[in-house]
């Protein structure tokens, strides 16, 4: 877990069961309320952009991603089959779950 001031620009958070990076962040400072963190998320797993304000020091849910290169095999019954270039494993996936596929 962390707080807000780890916020960064590219950091993937979950929210709410979904995973959203962050796009653009700040801080409003004002005399009387407590400071606020803002902002601005857009989608990883669902294509909505979205503006999401904390109280300074509220607990935040970063994610830890890694990205690998695959190439694209071939396309079956199962879905689209991929090979990581560096292990030469393969995976599967469903077409529901690949962006913009082409045939």
Same mark, same amino acid.
């Given at each position: 877990?962390?707080? +807000?001031?780890?916020?960064?620009?590219?950091?993937?958070?979950?929210?709410?069961?979904?995973?959203? +990076?962050?796009? /653009? %962040?700040?801080? @409003? *400072?004002?005399?009387?309320?407590?400071?606020?963190?803002?902002? *601005?998320? *857009?989608?990883?797993?669902? @294509?909505?952009?979205?503006?999401?304000?904390?109280?300074? &020091?509220?607990?935040?849910?970063?994610?830890?991603? /890694?990205?690998?290169?695959?190439?694209?095999?071939?396309?079956?019954?199962?879905?689209?089959? %991929?090979?990581? @270039?560096? +292990? %030469? /494993?393969?995976?599967?996936?469903?077409? &529901?779950?690949?962006?913009?596929?082409? +045939?």
């Amino acid at each position: 877990m962390a707080n +807000t001031s780890d916020i960064s620009r590219g950091l993937i958070l979950n929210l709410e069961g979904s995973l959203y +990076t962050v796009v /653009e %962040f700040g801080e @409003n *400072k004002t005399a009387r309320a407590a400071a606020k963190v803002w902002a *601005k998320l *857009k989608g990883v797993d669902n @294509n909505r952009s979205i503006e999401k304000t904390w109280n300074s &020091g509220d607990t935040i849910f970063p994610v830890r991603v /890694e990205r690998r290169y695959y190439q694209f095999l071939y396309k079956d019954d199962s879905g689209y089959n %991929f090979m990581d @270039n560096e +292990t %030469f /494993e393969q995976v599967a996936l469903q077409e &529901g779950t690949i962006d913009a596929p082409s +045939t």
